[in-house]
Each structure stands twice: as structure tokens, then as C-alpha cells.
């Protein structure tokens, strides 16, 4: 085990251009979600993916919390669109747009969509208006990014600080003590080696390779061969 007592300052200026680069992602992003949609009609958003206009309500109700929520269903059959669960929605009267209430996408199966509220009651024009939808822009993954970005640069006296200066190169990888050879008759030559790679290492592995060469089975392997031995994921 490695004795890193905090992240290499070097790791630590490069992670911080990351976290500049991707607060720059987002403010781009985010400009260019509003600016774009700005310029479209309710048919036009329709047809990007970004609204379902008209919707129907199927379904009202209280979920947890005692949050009230609807079950809508699209009456278009569009192929591809924006919205999945987790994404903030914006539904509103489409004669009068100041009539809107933001809501959460509970799950979205076919043309049928769940979305729970953060309200003590529906408001009543829900239920005698003319409804659409609009996907509102998402900057979670951002977020996430930000978290993880930050995580590292403040790690210190933990095996993450560890990890991050074996990454760039200001750690030596420590090789194993004892080599164990994986062999699974599912697997093919190649992700036999990878998930033997796995195994014997004490800290970092790379798993890479095109789309349907198996990363997920090899990485599925991996996991289950490493809980038998004991190891903790």
C-alpha cells in the first residue's frame, strides 16, 4: 500500500481545468438549450423530441410522500423524444403558457408519462386545458461530474488520494504478490486476460475495447470471481 497522504498538486491544477471546462460545458449548453428552443413552435419541439403536445391525462393521484402526481398520454406516436425518468418537465396550459406547473418524470413507457409534483394539489386548469410538455434542460450529469471532480481534488489520507496519483503517473502501480490465471469457458481469449488482469492487480486495471466486445460480461465476470474470493467491490 502506497503512502499518499494527499493528491499531487500537478493532479490537483489539472482536475481544477477540468471542473473550469466543464462549468464551461454547461453554461454553453445551457444557452444553447433555451436559445434553440426560443425559436421553435409547440410542432416543431414535437417533432425535435423536446414536447409532447396535445397530451391527454389518463391518471391523477397522491405517490410518496403525498406528492400528487399524473399519468399522461402522448396523442402522437413520435419515434424518438427527450424525456426519461428523473428529467424536470414543464407542463402548461398551451393557450395560456402563464398557466404552468414543473414537475419530475416518475417513468415514461410508449406514449404513456408519469410525472409527480412537488405541490400540496393539482391546480385546476390541469384538468380542463388544452396540456403540453416540454422537457426542461438537465444539468445532473453535470453535476455528478463536479461532485466526482471535487471528491478527488479534496481526497486526502484515503486510497483514493492513492489512486489519483497512480492515474497520473506520480505513484508506481504496485504489482501482485501472487498471479492468478481466470479461465471461464463463456469468455474468449481476450476478456479471460482482462478479467485475469483485474484480479491480480492491487490498484488500477483498464478495461477497453469497441462497442459489443463484451467490456460489460468481462467487467460482470470480474465482480462475481472477486466477491467469491472475499474482495470487496
Not at 469457458?185 to 484480479?199: D, R, T
Amino acid at each position: 500500500m502506497h503512502q499518499m497522504n494527499k493528491v499531487h498538486e500537478e493532479v490537483v491544477n489539472d482536475l481544477q481545468k477540468l471542473l473550469t471546462l466543464v462549468e464551461k460545458e454547461r453554461s454553453e449548453e445551457y444557452a444553447y438549450y433555451f436559445e434553440h428552443l426560443a425559436r421553435l413552435s409547440i410542432q416543431q419541439k414535437v417533432r425535435e423530441g423536446y414536447s409532447w403536445s396535445p397530451v391527454h391525462i389518463k391518471d391523477t393521484g397522491f405517490g410518496l410522500g403525498d406528492y400528487p402526481y399524473i399519468k399522461i398520454e402522448n396523442k402522437l406516436t413520435e419515434s424518438s423524444h427527450q424525456f426519461s425518468a428523473g428529467k424536470q418537465v414543464k407542463i402548461y396550459n398551451s393557450a395560456n403558457a402563464k398557466e404552468f406547473a414543473i414537475g419530475a418524470v416518475h417513468y415514461v413507457e410508449g406514449n404513456t408519462m408519469k410525472i409527480v409534483f412537488m405541490l400540496d394539489d393539482l391546480p385546476d386548469w390541469m384538468e380542463e386545458s388544452k396540456l403540453t410538455v416540454d422537457v426542461l434542460f438537465d444539468d445532473k450529469t453535470y453535476k455528478e461530474m463536479e461532485k466526482a471532480l471535487h471528491t478527488v481534488i479534496n481526497a486526502k489520507n484515503c486510497r483514493l488520494a492513492e489512486l489519483a496519483n497512480i492515474c497520473y503517473g506520480h505513484a508506481p502501480i504496485e504489482p501482485p504478490a501472487d498471479i492468478t490465471y481466470y479461465h471461464n469457458e463463456m469468455l474468449n481469449e481476450s476478456q479471460n486476460s482482462a478479467v485475469s488482469a483485474i484480479i491480480n492487480t492491487n490498484d488500477l486495471t483498464i478495461i477497453h475495447g469497441p462497442p459489443g466486445t463484451g467490456k460489460t460480461t468481462t467487467l460482470v465476470s470480474a465482480i462475481h470471481e472477486m466477491v467469491k474470493r472475499g474482495d470487496q467491490i
